[in-house]
Every structure is written in structure tokens, then in C-alpha cells.
């Protein structure tokens, strides 16, 4: 590794990591139909898929998560830095989006494997310094069949200073026109609660406040991203009529918080797609998503 000098300082190139491009890891798993269940009263459903009707889109989430042992989770609550995403020392972990296809129906109860493979590994300056980005590849299978191909980006930044400067105003992405449907979503410490429980989701942004506060430097507990892009999910089939997604992209643009109501809005594009927004209190763009159906 070699070292540039700039004035009295010396500046490292950025760590390598592509000796960890192409790495592969396979789960398999059985889609049960209790989980269903807990996840549809959660979600606030009256009704749960059962067995043989197909998980619904985003419910692939709360499957083939890693069940690390307490012992090796870091301090933020995700397992601890290197197995099969590579050991990046940047504190700060997020799930920064998704490009998902749905080929065919996973069906409730099935026996499905996830393989995942490292697509890229990308060295990136941000605003407020150093960023990855990891880039994976989930194919999910049952009975021999593909059913589910999904990119998946996460992002590994440096920490929130301690003493940050005032934040600035959010930054409202504009969209052309209104939205045609609009919905909002109150979430609440047991929503939280609930969707990190049944995605083994250890992260302490979602279930300690004082963690998230002082540690992380948000203004109270955060609102999971596969959460909100799972709400999107549910409101692009409704509003499409019921029909089968093929395809759905989300980016996550800004946190939502707990018992902070957000709006979940979309409107039909000319092509019959939809283009998908979730809003904060403030109107702040939060997460952008596109769906298109079979």
C-alpha cells in the first residue's frame, strides 16, 4: 500500500476489499406459516396468508437472517465486522436500497434457499466523509425453481460527530404532479419492536433511544428501511389492483422515527408502473420506489 503526503500528513489509499467480490454464502430455510401469522398482526391485518397462497412481496425479509450469538455482535447490535461481508471499520451500517425482481410465487411453508453473492465493493466520499458501498446478489429458489432476485445496497459510513452543527432543512425531492393515493402510517414502539423481532434484527437504532440518541445521533428510535419499503410494497399491490409485482426498486433518501406519522403516496405512471414515495411530518422525502407488475 502505497502512501501520499500532503503537507506535514500522510494519507493512506483506502483499504481493499475485492478479494471479497464473488464471495458466496447459501441459507435454506423453511417460509413458515406462524411467522405469516405474526407478521400479518404486526402489519395490523385481519387475515394471514396460509399455506399454499404466496408470501406476500417484502415478507422474504423476515427470513435467512444471520443469527449471530451475543457474544459476537458489536456494539450497535449487528454481528460483528468480516465473515461474508467484508470486515469494513466504518461504524455505521445502513441498508441503503433495493432492486428487486419477482419471478415466480414463493409459496407460505415452502422450503426455499437464499444464495448471495458479493456483486461489488465501492469506495465512495460523501458529505461528511468516507462511505461503502456493498452491493449483494439474493437469489431465493424453491422446489428447484428461481423465485426472487433481488441487488441489495449497503452503505458503511463514519459515525455522527459529537457536537454536529444544527442540521440544515431537509431536502424535499420533487416529484411532477400529486399523488393519487395517499396513506398514513403511525409507528409505534411496538411496530419496532415486533418487525426487529421477527427479522432477528439486533440493530440498537430501533429499540434503545438512549443508544440512538447519544450514539448514533438521531432525534429518537428510527423506523426500520425494509419496513417502510415492505408498507410501499403492500400499497403498490393495492393499488395496482391486486396484481403480482415484477419488479420494485426502493432508495432510502432520509430516517423516519417513531411516533412520528408519515405518509405512504404513489401515482400511475403512463407506462401502468407506479412511482412510490413515504414523506415524513415535515414533507421530507424518506424513501423513493418504483414498481412494476406481471
Wanted: proline residues 8%.
Amino acid at each position: 500500500m502505497n502512501a501520499a503526503t500532503a503537507g506535514s500528513e500522510t494519507v493512506l489509499p483506502p483499504p481493499s476489499y475485492e478479494a471479497w467480490v464473488g464471495r458466496e454464502e447459501e441459507r435454506t430455510q423453511q417460509l413458515h406459516a406462524q411467522i405469516m401469522h405474526a407478521m400479518a398482526a404486526t402489519m395490523d391485518m385481519q387475515v394471514a396468508p396460509i399455506v399454499g397462497e404466496p408470501l406476500p412481496p417484502g415478507w422474504q425479509w423476515l427470513f435467512f437472517n444471520p443469527a449471530a450469538p451475543r457474544s459476537g455482535l458489536g456494539v450497535d447490535g449487528h454481528p460483528q465486522r468480516g465473515g461474508f461481508l467484508p470486515p469494513i471499520e466504518l461504524p455505521r451500517r445502513m441498508w441503503a436500497g433495493s432492486r428487486i425482481q419477482y419471478v415466480a410465487e414463493l409459496s407460505v411453508d415452502a422450503i426455499a434457499t437464499r444464495r448471495s453473492r458479493i456483486q461489488k465493493v465501492e469506495n465512495k466520499t460523501g458529505k461528511r466523509g468516507p462511505l461503502w458501498f456493498v452491493t449483494v446478489e439474493h437469489s431465493i429458489s424453491a422446489g428447484g425453481k428461481l423465485c426472487i432476485v433481488e441487488s441489495q445496497d449497503i452503505v458503511y459510513r463514519d459515525a455522527t460527530p459529537s457536537n454536529p452543527a444544527p442540521n440544515a432543512a431537509p431536502t424535499i425531492e420533487p416529484y411532477d404532479g400529486k399523488a393519487q393515493w395517499s396513506q398514513t402510517i403511525n409507528p409505534d414502539t411496538t411496530l419496532l419492536f415486533r418487525y426487529s423481532a421477527l427479522t432477528f434484527n439486533g440493530h440498537r437504532i430501533h429499540y434503545d433511544q438512549a443508544y440512538a440518541r447519544d450514539e448514533e445521533g438521531y432525534p429518537n428510535l428510527v423506523v426500520h428501511g425494509p419496513l417502510t419499503a415492505t408498507l410501499l410494497q403492500r400499497f403498490a399491490v393495492e393499488q395496482g389492483g391486486g396484481r403480482m409485482l415484477a419488479h420494485f426498486n426502493f432508495r432510502g433518501v432520509s430516517p423516519l422515527f417513531v411516533d412520528r406519522a408519515f405518509q405512504i403516496e404513489g401515482r400511475e405512471a403512463d407506462d401502468g408502473s407506479l412511482t412510490l414515495w413515504a414523506r415524513g411530518p415535515q414533507g421530507e422525502l424518506a424513501m423513493s420506489a418504483t414498481a412494476q407488475f406481471h
